[in-house]
């Protein structure tokens, strides 16, 4: 007998034997129970439409502060949405973009809160979370209170990075909730 603790099928906990196999969800209900809803999540997440509004709003400040620089939107779960590198950016800024823009989007938080975190001498941080990009320029993008994407932006100081990102990231903060 095996026992397979997920069934992608219906997130239960199945048992497979040689005469058969049975299933169980929540509280014991059997596989043939479930219904889509409980294999689906509806999770709001940024249209090719909404990344480019931010891109756009982040493509304004970066101008207006005379900055070059690559900046990289994402939808909720990583996915490259929307990209541009301005002239005169470096080689290495967009890597660097995507990296806090990936970071951001993976944990749900701002890359500025892990530097702070390192700053205090969490280094400890950087071995446990594969993924995170600890330099102030990524930032979630939120519509109400629900993460729909990431941005990053790389190719002047960190803490610029940090302002044209944050201000970009709030292009679509206004909206409702979806």
Known sequence: MTIFPIDARCGA????????????????????????ADWVVATPSLTRAGAER????GLHEAQARKQRVCLVVLDRTGVLRSATCMDGATGGAFTVAMAKARSA????TPTKA?????????VVLLAAAPGLFPIEGGVPVRVGDKVVGAIGV??????VDGQI???????????ATP
């Open 13 to 36: 906990t199945c048992m497979a034997a040689a005469a058969g196999a049975w299933c169980t969800g929540a509280a014991g209900a059997s596989c043939a129970a479930a219904t889509t």
């Open 54 to 57: 931010v891109l756009q709003r």
């Open 105 to 108: 989007a993976s944990f749900q």
């Open 114 to 122: 892990f530097e702070d975190g390192v700053d205090k001498g969490g």
């Open 154 to 159: 790389s190719g002047g100081a960190s803490d």
């Open 165 to 175: 990102a944050r201000t970009a990231a709030d292009a679509l903060a206004s909206e």
